[in-house]
């Protein structure tokens, strides 16, 4: 007989509560195993034809608590989100004006206790401090567990909170609850603070749409800001000018009321746009604010709400000769 690899699960348990030991064979039923423990030394021996040839499962000295034949995942069956009461798929938040607090959940399994010391809660994939996360059985057989995680103070940038919640079956079934959210500015960049080597602002894409073989104009980052000591600025030469500087972001929430706000100054004439798209460009929706003539830097406001789409674009844009300027563009949920 050839000897055999197989992944043990050793259970220290009392013998008052020992069941024998027991392994999975090749049909995936459990069946007992003869096995004999000397001290710290437990022999047995296994047949390939047992196993299937393969791998297998060893649980020596099975708990009495302890049932062989689960393969169900366990369940979350209650979720808080700073207290209000959540459903697990409304969990992605888009973003956020403040992260959540705390992220509260139960979870409960049908057939074996839940493995409190195998708990696992990560922050963007790094693990979260015990001290923030409190683990409390609800039931005293173990099958039902409260897990709270206290977020603290997070950087402004997108998030993933995961919780993995694993019963102690032998193949161990897990349970997962993720949190996505994000405390980043929804417009990146609006001071033009930030410009790459060529002076275009990190975040945003200048250019003319609609251009001819005419068509002359400078963009880029320039002295000169309201709100720091940058700005952008364009200025129209000659020809066909549709010129735009835009910001892709990520889709928001439908219907909710949004307030977009800057400064300007222009020489002609001068507007924002919000262009939306569902399923393709020819369903396109633009939402336009003009933005008249003003030879000092003049703030301006711009509410809207979105229809369903698929993505969205904010567009700061002039169709005139001479120089227009953009600075301080905030986008925020009213």
């Known amino acids: 007989m050839r000897r055999l690899m197989v992944p043990l699960l050793f259970l220290s348990c009392s013998l008052g509560f020992a069941q024998g030991s027991f392994y999975r064979a090749a049909d995936g039923a459990w ?3 003869k096995a004999t423990t000397a001290g710290a ?11 299937g040839g393969g791998s297998t499962l060893i649980v020596v000295n099975k708990p009495k608590w302890m049932v062989l034949d689960d ?9 808080l989100l700073d207290g209000q009461e959540r ?15 705390e992220l ?15 708990v696992q809660v990560t922050l963007d994939s790094q693990p979260v401090p015990a001290a923030q996360v409190t683990l409390a059985k609800l039931t005293p057989d173990g099958k039902s567990l409260r897990v709270a995680v206290k977020l603290g103070t ?31 500015p929804l417009l990146a960049n609006g001071s033009f603070e930030q410009a790459d080597s060529q002076g275009s602002p990190v975040g945003w894409a200048p250019g003319a749409w609609s251009a001819d073989a005419a068509t002359k104009y400078e963009a880029g980052v320039a002295d000169g800001g309201v709100a720091g000591k940058k700005a952008f600025r364009f200025k129209g030469i000659g020809g066909s000018l549709n010129l ?28 924002i746009s919000v262009i939306t798209t569902a399923g393709g460009q020819d369903k396109a929706e633009y939402l336009t604010h003009p933005l008249p003539a003003a030879k000092d830097w003049t703030p301006f406001t711009y509410e809207f709400q979105l229809k ?17 300027w953009f600075d301080d563009l905030k986008l925020d949920l009213k």
Do not use: C, W
């Not at 459903?87 to 607090?101: I, Q």
């Not at 509260?104 to 195998?118: C, I, R, S, T, Y």
């Not at 369903?308 to 227009?324: A, C, D, F, W």
């Open 154 to 184: 997070v950087a402004e940038a997108r998030h993933t909170l995961t919780v993995l919640v694993s019963d102690m079956a032998p193949a161990r079934n897990n349970a997962s609850l993720t949190l996505k959210f994000s405390t980043a």
């Open 104 to 118: 509260a959940l139960a979870v409960k399994d049908d057939k074996n206790p839940l493995d409190q010391a195998g």
């Open 244 to 271: 735009v500087l835009s910001q892709q972001l990520e889709p928001l929430k439908v219907g909710a009321p949004y307030v977009l706000t800057g400064q300007y100054k222009t020489e002609g004439s001068a507007g």
């Open 31 to 33: 069946k007992p195993l």
């Open 41 to 51: 030394i437990t022999k047995f021996s296994l047949a390939p034809e047992d196993i």
């Open 87 to 101: 459903k697990p798929e409304e969990l992605d938040l888009g973003a956020v004006t403040k992260a959540p607090s």
């Open 71 to 79: 393969i169900e995942a366990p369940a979350v069956v209650k979720v």
């Open 308 to 324: 369903p789409h698929q993505s969205l674009m904010i567009v700061p844009r002039t169709g005139s000769k001479g120089e227009t």
